[in-house]
């Protein structure tokens, strides 16, 4: 019986939760990477270590990496010495799937948009009704403070993201599905082929009983055109009309509307009473870096999002505008891969252009996986946004040029699914702020 289990590439979001459950469920885990991570602080019952090293596998009966290593770092010593000594590799989403997921029944959650925050919104419901599921979240829970949750009930709740197909590894009872839209051009090379991963997920699960969708939302009446069968396919379809305002959420903007009406329909589903599901909707403070209110530079306030496709950013700016109608706005944007600027940079200076927004600065592209062969610069974007946007190259500058005209300012978003992430942190570039 395999128990003891290397972790490479621990610090990711999923990858992270996936290794704390693991441990909580009796695996004996290790875990290494390369960056430091937030996500690492809730680890306390996993020894990891800085680096990639060979050393890190003795007596490892199992490898589970991120599915980025298989494709960017195919001669990582770690990989290499796995395969040489016949030591099974998986990636995360394959570990849990086989492993985390076996005899649960298996709420999952897909959708380009609001994956995490509606995964989130229907393991607080289930925690709340006394069901003591299992979450995996790709962000941080602001109450929970980490982004998993280790139940002993026979619920698992998780996100099921389209990139790489890797929700394919999962074989949920009940799915949901917020919105479909073209993204992670790395991967997908258009439209169609999004909807076709999504048929895909839907149609190859013999578990799947329940299908809740938001007709309403981006791709989704297209994508139940094109999954034909569907009768055979999935026993119950429930599409969620929206709007419904019933609840009175801590979270702005109707986007969350959305994601709480279908958490809705998946608990009731479940049979849980609307009452105790509008208690815990209305309790739920959200994740982090969802339009999240970090604090004050003197009276300008600071929000950060992990917005990084145009589609966010528009509803992000929009929920801002609803809230702030008069606002001085500053909008700091690290634009997410070469490709998804490259694919989507009109989409991305419409967007921006239409924010209405005081001052735009672009910062340098965060390559994750990637490298620059495209062509395409956060430079670029500044100039076709044209008066109102310039390019700073760094988080640095764009620090500097932040405390010498924060004051100019009602309010400064910062947005990317990059390392901005990290820019309000007092421990790493240092600014200061009031906090709330």
Same mark, same amino acid.
């Given at each position: 019986?395999?128990?003891?289990?290397?972790?490479?590439?621990?610090?990711?979001?999923?990858?992270?939760?996936?290794?704390?459950?693991?441990?909580?469920?009796?695996?004996?885990?290790?875990?290494?990477?390369?960056?430091?991570?937030?996500?690492?602080?809730?680890?306390?019952?996993?020894?990891?270590?800085?680096?990639?090293?060979?050393?890190?596998?003795?007596?490892?009966?199992?490898?589970?990496?991120?599915?980025?290593?298989?494709?960017?770092?195919?001669?990582?010593?770690?990989?290499?010495?796995?395969?040489?000594?016949?030591?099974?590799?998986?990636?995360?989403?394959?570990?849990?799937?086989?492993?985390?997921?076996?005899?649960?029944?298996?709420?999952?959650?897909?959708?380009?948009?609001?994956?995490?925050?509606?995964?989130?919104?229907?393991?607080?419901?289930?925690?709340?009704?006394?069901?003591?599921?299992?979450?995996?979240?790709?962000?941080?829970?602001?109450?929970?403070?980490?982004?998993?949750?280790?139940?002993?009930?026979?619920?698992?709740?998780?996100?099921?993201?389209?990139?790489?197909?890797?929700?394919?590894?999962?074989?949920?009872?009940?799915?949901?599905?917020?919105?479909?839209?073209?993204?992670?051009?790395?991967?997908?090379?258009?439209?169609?082929?999004?909807?076709?991963?999504?048929?895909?997920?839907?149609?190859?699960?013999?578990?799947?009983?329940?299908?809740?969708?938001?007709?309403?939302?981006?791709?989704?009446?297209?994508?139940?055109?094109?999954?034909?069968?569907?009768?055979?396919?999935?026993?119950?379809?429930?599409?969620?009309?929206?709007?419904?305002?019933?609840?009175?959420?801590?979270?702005?903007?109707?986007?969350?509307? /959305?994601?709480?009406?279908?958490?809705?329909?998946?608990?009731?589903?479940?049979?849980?009473?609307?009452?105790?599901?509008?208690?815990?909707?209305?309790?739920?403070?959200?994740?982090?870096?969802?339009?999240?209110?970090?604090?004050?530079?003197?009276?300008?306030?600071?929000?950060?999002?992990?917005?990084?496709?145009?589609?966010?950013?528009?509803?992000?700016?929009?929920?801002?505008?609803?809230?702030?109608?008069?606002?001085?706005?500053?909008?700091?944007?690290?634009?997410? /891969?070469?490709?998804?600027?490259?694919?989507?940079?009109?989409?991305?200076?419409?967007?921006?252009?239409?924010?209405?927004?005081?001052?735009?600065?672009?910062?340098?592209?965060?390559?994750?996986?990637?490298?620059?062969?495209?062509?395409?610069?956060?430079?670029?974007?500044?100039?076709?946004?044209?008066?109102?946007?310039?390019?700073?190259?760094?988080?640095?500058?764009?620090?500097?040029?932040?405390?010498?005209?924060?004051?100019?300012?009602?309010?400064?978003?910062?947005?990317?699914?990059?390392?901005?992430?990290?820019?309000?942190?007092?421990?790493?570039?240092?600014?200061?702020?009031?906090?709330?």
């Amino acid at each position: 019986m395999i128990k003891l289990i290397h972790f490479m590439g621990i610090g990711g979001s999923g990858a992270s939760a996936c290794a704390a459950i693991a441990a909580n469920y009796g695996f004996q885990v290790s875990g290494c990477d390369i960056a430091k991570s937030k996500y690492l602080a809730p680890l306390k019952k996993i020894e990891i270590s800085a680096g990639h090293n060979k050393n890190h596998l003795k007596n490892c009966q199992m490898l589970v990496i991120t599915p980025a290593i298989l494709k960017f770092d195919p001669k990582n010593e770690e990989l290499i010495y796995a395969k040489k000594v016949k030591i099974p590799i998986l990636t995360w989403q394959e570990f849990m799937g086989k492993f985390l997921q076996k005899d649960k029944r298996v709420i999952a959650v897909a959708g380009t948009h609001g994956k995490s925050t509606t995964t989130a919104m229907i393991g607080h419901i289930l925690a709340d009704a006394g069901l003591s599921p299992t979450v995996e979240i790709g962000a941080m829970d602001l109450s929970w403070r980490a982004n998993f949750r280790t139940g002993k009930g026979d619920i698992f709740v998780c996100e099921a993201d389209e990139y790489n197909n890797n929700f394919l590894n999962y074989k949920p009872e009940i799915l949901a599905i917020t919105n479909i839209e073209f993204d992670h051009p790395d991967f997908f090379k258009n439209q169609e082929a999004v909807f076709q991963s999504f048929i895909k997920f839907v149609k190859s699960n013999p578990n799947l009983k329940s299908l809740f969708v938001a007709p309403g939302e981006v791709g989704i009446r297209k994508f139940l055109v094109k999954l034909k069968g569907l009768k055979k396919t999935v026993k119950y379809l429930e599409l969620v009309e929206f709007p419904e305002r019933r609840f009175k959420l801590k979270l702005a903007g109707e986007h969350n509307l /959305t994601n709480a009406n279908l958490a809705a329909a998946v608990a009731k589903r479940l049979g849980i009473s609307e009452k105790l599901v509008k208690k815990s909707l209305e309790n739920f403070d959200g994740l982090e870096r969802r339009l999240e209110f970090v604090g004050r530079l003197d009276k300008t306030k600071i929000f950060d999002d992990f917005a990084h496709h145009p589609r966010e950013l528009e509803t992000t700016f929009k929920t801002l505008k609803q809230q702030f109608p008069k606002a001085k706005t500053c909008l700091v944007f690290q634009p997410h /891969t070469y490709s998804r600027t490259k694919a989507l940079f009109s989409h991305f200076v419409k967007v921006f252009k239409n924010s209405k927004a005081d001052r735009i600065i672009f910062t340098d592209i965060f390559a994750s996986r990637e490298k620059n062969d495209l062509g395409v610069s956060s430079h670029d974007l500044a100039e076709a946004c044209g008066k109102g946007a310039i390019y700073i190259s760094n988080l640095s500058g764009v620090e500097d040029w932040i405390l010498a005209n924060f004051s100019q300012f009602d309010l400064i978003l910062t947005a990317g699914a990059g390392d901005i992430g990290k820019f309000w942190d007092s421990r790493s570039l240092g600014v200061k702020l009031e906090h709330v």
